[in-house]
């Protein structure tokens, strides 16, 4: 699914549903923003949004505790599912969506390029996926805002609307 497909389809079932979404971005650097920002009408779903790329920035601004960025470094599903929360909670949405990983060209404390982890939380819970992706690093970039917009689509899918 391409990325702008991707991002028209969540932000269509988040105003369908009358809810709102926020990202915390590391590796995508803003561009999971950008993608949504896109679709006409984003403006009655997409709350905002934090560009994490430092990792005392997770903490600081994302709430992702210092303890487990300390243990496991960035790159980290839990790391992601922690970014997904912290933007929830703080942008005050219904949905968070995180993005964290190594884009290349080098490997980055010993994660190879293209390890991403992706992450959506909701009023119910959290759901995060790890992907190993090929290719440079734009198609890394590329390929994770698309997975963790189509998460959130899955993720809108299996709860349902609040009334």
């Not at 933007?87 to 404390?109: H, I, S």
């Not at 119910?124 to 959130?152: F, I, P, Y």
Request: some cysteine.
């Amino acid at each position: 699914m391409e990325m702008s497909v991707a991002a028209a389809a969540a932000v269509h079932a988040l105003v369908e549903r009358r809810e709102t979404m926020a990202t915390a971005e590391s590796l995508t650097g803003g561009l999971v923003a950008a993608t949504i920002v896109e679709i006409p009408g984003v403006s009655a779903v997409y709350r905002g949004g934090l560009v994490v790329y430092a990792t005392d920035l997770k903490a600081r601004l994302a709430g992702v505790p210092e303890a487990l960025l300390a243990e496991r470094g960035p790159v980290d599903g839990d790391v992601a599912t922690a970014l997904a929360e912290g933007v929830r909670e703080r942008c005050g949405a219904d949905w968070g969506l995180a993005t964290t990983g190594v884009a290349g060209p080098e490997p980055q404390d010993g994660k190879p390029v293209g390890l991403v982890y992706v992450a959506v939380a909701g009023r119910s819970g959290s759901t995060m996926r790890e992907l190993k992706l090929d290719g440079n690093r734009e198609a890394v970039r590329t390929e994770s805002v698309t997975a963790v917009l189509q998460l959130l689509t899955d993720s809108l899918r299996a709860q349902p609307a609040r009334l």
